[in-house]
Every structure is written in structure tokens, then in C-alpha cells.
């Protein structure tokens, strides 16, 4: 009997359950690596803008941006809307301008569209000059973020200044700009700076020198027909920041009109 009760005994089979993605599961790991990859991103990005100038951050923007783009501009393409922005007076911030401006496709304002135009008319970048070519070689023009800066200086043999007057060239330098720039609204700043002194004195008269062509220029301009009122500011910088290697040079002796941008009342001010 005892053997045939063993027979008949009921057998157990245990089985284990595994829960997919429980404890032990790997979807964290896919997170997680998504996560790094992400920071690493972010740390990459950061290293970039701090190692590039503007001109290269422009040029990275400009790799990543569509081929037709939505923009107050044509950009060329054939598409639905030409390239064109489905807004008329769409505008954007420009950073650095302090808020919100009107802009181009390019992401200038209007007002650098307007100090470029008066770049390119002295220079004579679309045709004549409005300066003789004779004595274009002493003008260099360039935009910054205070302004267009009109430089005036000096060579060899061609001084703006003799006996603390203005030259001819000087003169002739200031007439062939003044109309442009009496039709402009914006405030003007004169700075003067001088070579240096070939011999170390206890008291260096470039100081006064500067300070006195300064001068000379601020009433030099309403002679020729610029309001007095434009003029804001009128500094002497001795022989700091030269231009040329030599400090001794004649070419660091020159004077800079710069047409500041707009933070002044409108033009009628000005009458």
C-alpha cells in the first residue's frame, strides 16, 4: 500500500514570474544616455559661443538656416510665398539695440541702412564721391555700434592743421560732408587726436593740442552751414590710441566726426 500512495502523490511545479522592465529592466539607461547627450550639447554650445567672434557665430547661423527664408525680404525661392514673410512690417529684437527695431533680412535696422547709404556716398561705393578723389586718400569711414565714424588724418607732407588752423585739405574735408550730414536727425561727437611728442616733456602738449583742434572743428562747422546744436560732444585725446605702429607718425594726427545713433529728439529739434 505504502508504495502505491507514493504513485499517486500530486507533483508541484513552481514557476517564477518575470515582469519585463521591472527592477532589473534597462529603458533608464536610454534616458539617462539621452540626458548626456544632452548636456553635452548644451556644454559644447556653450564653448562655442564663448570661442567664436560674431562674424563666425553669423556664419554658423547661417549654415543652419532654411534655404527659402521667411523674411520682410525676397529670398529668392519659388515656393508658395517667394521667400517672402506672410507679414509686410514683420519685426524682430536686435540684440545690443536695446529693444525692439525694425529689421531686415540681414538683421540690421533701418537707421544702419541709412548711416551704410552715407558710408557708401563718401566713399564713393556706388559712383562718384562725394569727396574729391584727390583727397579721398585722407578719409576712412566705418561703422560701430556708437555710431559712423568719419576719419580725417593727416600724411606726410599733408598736415590738417598750421599754426592752430584748420588747412585747406581740412576744410575741403569737412565742406564735402556737411550737406550729407545736415540731412541726417543725429547728434554729432568730435574727437581729435595727435602723434606723439618726440621728446618726453613734464607737461606733454598734445593735451592741448587735441583739445584745441577740437575746438577749432566744433566751430569750424556751423561756418560751413552745420547747426551748432548737432554737436554734443567735442573731446581731445592726446596721442592715445594711435592707428599707426609709429606713434610718431603722421597718420596718428587726424580727427573723427562720428554721426551718433538716434537718441536725441527728431530733427526739428535741431532748427
Known amino acids: 500500500m505504502a508504495g502505491k500512495d507514493d504513485n499517486t502523490r500530486p507533483i508541484i511545479i513552481k514557476r517564477k514570474k518575470i515582469i ?4 532589473h529592466g534597462g ?3 536610454v534616458a539617462y544616455a539621452d540626458f548626456v547627450t544632452a548636456m553635452m550639447a548644451f556644454f559644447m554650445l556653450m564653448w562655442l559661443l564663448n570661442a567664436t567672434t560674431d562674424k563666425q557665430r553669423k556664419g554658423l547661423a547661417d549654415y543652419f538656416s532654411p ?10 525661392g519659388d515656393g508658395a510665398l517667394g521667400g517672402r514673410s506672410m507679414s509686410a512690417d514683420a519685426s524682430r529684437i536686435q540684440m545690443g539695440r536695446g529693444g525692439i527695431a525694425p529689421t531686415n533680412a540681414n538683421g540690421t535696422t533701418e537707421e544702419d541702412a541709412t548711416l551704410a ?27 560701430t555700434d556708437q555710431g559712423l565714424v568719419l576719419e580725417f588724418f593727416a600724411l606726410p607732407g599733408s598736415p590738417l592743421f598750421t599754426n592752430d588752423a584748420p ?23 568730435i574727437e581729435a587726436f595727435a602723434a606723439s611728442e618726440p621728446l618726453v616733456t613734464r607737461d606733454p602738449q598734445v593735451w592741448p593740442v587735441t583739445q584745441q583742434r577740437a575746438d577749432i572743428i566744433r566751430r569750424t562747422l556751423p561756418e560751413l552751414g552745420l547747426s551748432s546744436r548737432r554737436i554734443v560732444r567735442v573731446t581731445g585725446h592726446a596721442d592715445h590710441r594711435p592707428v599707426a605702429a609709429n606713434p610718431l607718425s603722421a597718420r596718428n594726427d587726424r580727427i ?7 537718441t536725441v529728439p527728431p530733427r526739428e529739434a535741431w532748427r
Open 20 to 23: 519585463a522592465g521591472g527592477h
Open 27 to 29: 529603458a533608464w539607461k
Open 67 to 76: 534655404t527659402i527664408a521667411f523674411s520682410p525680404t525676397s529670398g529668392g
Open 117 to 143: 547709404a552715407l558710408e557708401a556716398a563718401i566713399m564713393g561705393k556706388g559712383g562718384d564721391s562725394l569727396i574729391d578723389k584727390d583727397i579721398l586718400r585722407h578719409v576712412t569711414v566705418r561703422l
Open 167 to 189: 588747412t585747406p585739405l581740412m576744410r575741403d574735408l569737412l565742406a564735402s560732408v556737411v550737406p550729407e550730414l545736415s540731412d541726417l536727425p543725429n547728434a554729432l561727437a
Open 256 to 262: 573723427e566726426l562720428v554721426v551718433l545713433r538716434t
